[in-house]
């Protein structure tokens, strides 16, 4: 069995936002961090982060600036903003809410319906 | 809203930068992760290609990239836009040519429109220009030009008008300047104290009129004009409070006008003076001499300003019936008043020009139709590879809305130069009442309204073109392109261009025709007298040195009598009006036995002449006798005599005899009847072309006047007269002017009259001329089109024993079809547009037989031409190469 979970849709922004609120990071960090929280439970095509980190740059949910990475090198890093925060916040609130709803539904047995 | 023009801007001048730091950084991403996996293990070629491949499409993620940060649409837009520029410069000599043809197009729209932005839309150089009104008195039921007023109702209206902020008169007058050079006569504007302030304009230098200026014996002081004080006063800063010499006094100058400051209705006289009306003038209620505009108070609406000003002229007339009874008031706009008479001349030509507009579209989208062809491969292939039809048809808008603004920009180049060369055919007189045409310059509004009209002309002349190219079947291109052929869609679509490009052009033609043929009636139309051969000029006695009538009768009979004695000099007299000078002075008359309501005597022209009027002029005696000498100056014993034209006697005496009727002025209700002695022959009083009205001569000698016209009969060319003339009057006295020296024929050339169609005739002409060329080129490019297609038919016919002639004929056939459509089309249209020349036209229907003929006949000749030369081509043909060839 594929011990890989195809992402569902939607939810990289959220795992970007996450990643991003444990610190600054440039890309491919936030992406090694997605992993290692996650113990590489996701497959996620390491391109598809790009676009979503410009897209909540331009939501303004992230702030970028360059800086020096560990090898000593150039490298763009992301920040949470405090609108990302607050985002995160939110986003997070709503996916318990559903987690919890959809394991009551999932959880449901006969006698109780 | 505000994030997505943030992202443009940014997108704009951030782009390159972005697209840098992108790259940077997916790179980075690249080799970090390369990196983890060389540390791991891996080869370093073997850790890339692994990364690459975890990576995914860079490409796309790119553009995902772009998409998510905004720029999508701007990347494409760049692309269609270096494509088409790459486009356009692949086939530089077809770019040129659509470019100029655009730029003729829009260049003499941009050209038509500034002037019409200068007159009609720019607002006059006053405060608040909108509230001026122009007020003046008139017996006519009819609104005419500009009417006067007389001072005392004048008086009465500053007195009684509660809804006025300022009411302010003026008047032109004259004077002889004498300054450094020669004598000169100088036209001075009259005005009351408060006109400049009604305006709301402040002298550039000194100070305005005050109300004490106005009184009778007020200084004597002056305002001068800036082009004046830099052309005569050196642009001297301290020339406030030195004197200039008028017609023989000092007047000291209080105060120089600003350099933009302009008044039409008196042709922006040089000098300024309080108006100061003379007893009569100021007296006479029924003597209407001057000009009133006024200014009501804010908040008082026009139509409030309206009313009361009726009020007040109906309270006048009860109070003052024998002067005012029949008077009706006539408000205007000032704006209306300088524009009025241009509007229609203006309006015109702006149509004009956007037919001239329409047909360099038609040529355009031809043009590009025509390269189509060639293009359609090109097209086939993109669309292969997936283009969508929405990207073609905007990649060849982009094309076009490239070619449109760069024509556009030309012809806004070339606009100013255009302009010039358009006023350089207004004669001088014409020009001092438009100084709006010397501030025609590329404004704002110019450049918006050349920018949407490119921008519309690259819609228009685009989408026929990117319509039929997208239309096309991929498979039939890819096919069709090895026979290099149009589709017949494509073939029916060009000529239907060309059929309106030549009909487009015979409207045009048909408006020059119909124009030139006015000016034609214009110019023989008869006016009553001889008018080759005349030199015509005015003299103006200054009072000072000439102090009664007996010193201006003497010397006009001193003068006229040394100029008789000139050789090729056949005859002189002198006249109070010129005829063809637009009417002048007016006077009321009673007739005996006919009792009338006071103030509502009749009221016609009156002339004062001297003995040989009628000879110089070569005015027929109807009836009766000329003044002769014997009838003295009226003082010693010989009665006052009249004599009336045909006009006169038809209207006021259509069942009598005038001959021997008398007749009495109203303005001297003492004076006794007095005897019309002669009818004469209809002379053209107002202008070329106007209907022959009533005249009353009087005899200069019975009732001299300071200023009179000289007109003088010659033999040979009237100009070579002038030097002699001038001298003749220098020697007399040297600080007389010869005012406006022009021969009878410069009259008629510069009056409004024969400005009104002749200007636009020219110009309508000439644009008339552009059109037709460019539909001939149209035509001959889809006649030369259709020969190059058809040369197998061509061939196959030739092989079967058609003969030369047999080609010619088909190909001719083929012209005169398309120009038979365009006659068809221009005729069409010509019935339906012409009647908006209505008012320019005279003398000629709009509808004119004639001139319809005339231009079919010339569109269908040159037709056959354009179509000739290709049709020639076509019977060198040979036919097995023709066979051959495919």
């Not at chain 2, 905004?70 to 410069?89: F, N, P």
């Not at chain 2, 005569?232 to 007047?251: M, P, R, T």
């Not at chain 2, 038609?362 to 039809?389: D, Y």
């Not at chain 2, 001299?704 to 220098?730: E, K, Y």
């Amino acid at each position: 069995m594929n011990p890989q979970a195809e992402l569902l849709p939607g939810t990289l922004d959220l795992l970007i936002l996450k990643a991003a609120s444990l610190g600054p990071r440039h890309g491919y960090g936030i992406l090694l961090r997605i992993q290692q929280i996650s113990a590489g439970a996701f497959s996620i095509e390491q391109g598809a982060l790009y676009p979503a980190l410009y897209r909540l740059e331009r939501q303004r949910l992230l702030d970028t600036e360059w800086g020096v990475s560990e090898n000593n090198r150039k490298a763009k890093y992301y920040r949470l903003t405090s609108a990302g925060r607050k985002r995160l916040r939110q986003e997070t609130e709503s996916w318990n809410r559903l987690v919890a709803a959809i394991g009551v539904v999932l959880g449901a047995r006969p006698e109780e319906v | 809203m505000a994030g997505f023009a943030r992202s443009l801007l940014d997108t704009l001048f951030k782009r390159r930068q972005m697209e840098g730091e992108m790259s940077d950084e997916l790179k980075f991403h690249l080799e970090s992760r390369a990196q983890d996996l060389a540390n791991s293990g891996l080869s370093p070629a073997e850790a890339l290609r692994q990364a690459r491949l975890e990576f995914g499409g860079m490409e796309g993620y790119k553009e995902q990239c772009r998409e998510a940060r905004g720029t999508r649409y701007w990347d494409e837009g760049r692309r269609s836009v270096l494509y088409a520029v790459r486009m356009a410069r692949k086939n530089p000599g077809f770019t040129a040519l659509v470019i100029v043809v655009l730029a003729l197009g829009i260049g003499v729209n941009a050209s038509i429109f500034s002037v019409v932005n200068a007159a009609l839309l720019r607002p006059l150089p006053y405060r608040e220009p909108g509230q001026l009104m122009t007020i003046g008195e008139t017996r006519a039921q009819f609104d005419v030009p500009n009417p006067d007023s007389s001072y005392p109702d004048y008086v009465d209206w500053t007195r009684q008008a509660q809804g006025f902020e300022s009411i302010a008169g003026y008047s032109g007058d004259g004077a002889t300047f004498t300054g450094a050079g020669a004598p000169e006569m100088l036209d001075v504007g009259r005005v009351t104290a408060n006109f400049f302030s009604a305006l709301g304009v402040k002298p550039a230098l000194g100070r305005d009129f005050v109300a004490a200026d106005d009184l009778t014996d007020g200084p004597k002081i002056v305002i001068v004009s800036h082009r004046f004080w830099k052309e005569h006063l050196g642009s001297n800063a301290n020339v406030i409070g030195e004197v200039l010499h008028l017609d023989g006094e000092g007047y000291a100058i209080i105060g120089v006008l600003p350099s933009q400051f302009e008044f039409a209705p008196m042709d922006s006289p040089p000098v300024w003076a309080p108006l100061r009306p003379n007893h009569d003038m100021a007296a006479r209620r029924n003597l209407r001499w001057m000009h009133v505009i006024a200014r009501p108070k804010n908040g008082v609406s026009s139509a409030q300003a309206f009313a009361e000003m009726r009020a007040i002229t109906a309270r006048l007339a009860l109070a003052y019936p024998q002067e005012d009874g029949a008077v009706r008031l006539q408000i205007g706009t000032l704006r209306e008043q300088i524009v009025g008479q241009v509007r229609p001349l203006l309006l015109t030509l702006f149509g004009a020009v956007s037919l001239v507009l329409l047909i360099a579209c038609a040529n355009v989208a031809n043009l590009l139709l025509s390269r189509g062809t060639a293009r359609k491969r090109e097209i086939a292939v993109r669309m292969a590879l997936g283009a969508s039809r929405g990207q073609l048809i905007r990649q060849f808008l982009t094309e076009s809305l490239l070619l449109a603004l760069a024509g556009g920009a030309l012809g806004l180049l070339t606009s100013p130069w255009c302009v010039s060369l358009m006023t350089r055919g207004i004669p001088k007189d014409q020009l001092a009442s438009m100084p709006y045409l010397s501030s025609v310059h590329i404004d704002p509004a110019l450049l918006a309204f050349t920018f949407l009209i490119a921008a519309g002309t690259a819609l228009v002349f685009g989408l026929a073109p990117a319509l039929d190219l997208s239309r096309a079947d991929m498979n039939q291109n890819l096919k069709e392109e090895a026979r290099g052929s149009a589709g017949s869609g494509t073939s029916r679509l060009r000529s239907v261009l060309v059929v309106a490009e030549l009909g487009l052009a015979l409207m045009l033609l048909v408006g020059a025709g119909l124009l030139l043929k006015s000016v034609a009636a214009l110019f023989h139309a008869d006016p009553g007298f001889d008018t080759n051969n005349l030199l015509t000029f005015s003299i103006g006695l200054p009072s000072i040195a000439y102090k009664d009538d007996a010193a201006a009768l003497a010397f006009e009979q001193r003068f006229t009598g040394q100029l008789r004695s000139l050789p090729g000099v056949e005859s002189v007299a002198t006249v109070s009006v010129l005829p063809l000078t637009g009417g002048g002075n007016s006077v009321r008359f009673v007739v005996e036995g006919r009792p009338v309501e006071k103030g509502h005597e009749d009221e016609c022209f009156i002339r004062s002449i001297t003995a040989d009027y009628f000879k110089v002029m070569k005015i027929p005696l109807v009836k009766g006798r000329f003044f002769a000498p014997t009838d003295g100056s009226g003082q010693n014993g010989t009665p006052p005599v009249r004599i009336v034209n045909r006009a006169f006697a038809r209207r006021y005496f259509p069942n009598e005899d005038a001959l021997g009727k008398r007749i009495r002025f109203t303005y001297s209700p003492q004076n006794p009847f007095v005897q019309i002695i002669g009818i004469v022959g209809d002379e053209n009083a107002a202008q070329p072309g106007a209907p022959p009205a009533p005249i009353i001569y009087t005899f200069f000698d019975q009732n001299p006047d300071g200023f009179f016209n000289v007109a003088v009969r010659t033999a040979g060319d009237p100009l070579s007269l002038m030097g002699p003339i001038r001298g003749v009057l220098n020697s007399d006295d040297p600080e007389l002017p010869m005012i406006e020296p022009q021969t009878m024929e410069q009259i008629i050339e510069s009056s409004p009259a024969v400005f009104l169609r002749r200007y636009p005739s020219f110009l309508i002409g000439s644009f008339a001329a552009l059109a037709l060329g460019l539909a001939l080129v149209g035509l001959y490019g889809v006649i030369s089109f259709s020969v190059a297609q058809r040369t197998r038919e061509i061939g196959i016919r030739m092989a079967l024993g058609a003969v030369r002639r047999d080609v010619l004929r088909i190909v001719l056939r083929q012209g005169l079809l398309l120009a038979v459509g365009g006659v068809g089309c221009g005729v069409a249209g010509g019935l339906l547009l012409t009647r908006f020349l209505g008012s320019l036209l005279y003398g000629v229907r709009p509808t004119d037989p004639v001139t319809f003929a005339a231009v079919s006949a010339l569109l269908i000749a040159v037709a056959l031409i354009a179509s000739y030369v290709p049709a020639r081509r076509a019977t060198e043909v040979d036919p097995i190469v023709a066979l051959r060839y495919e």
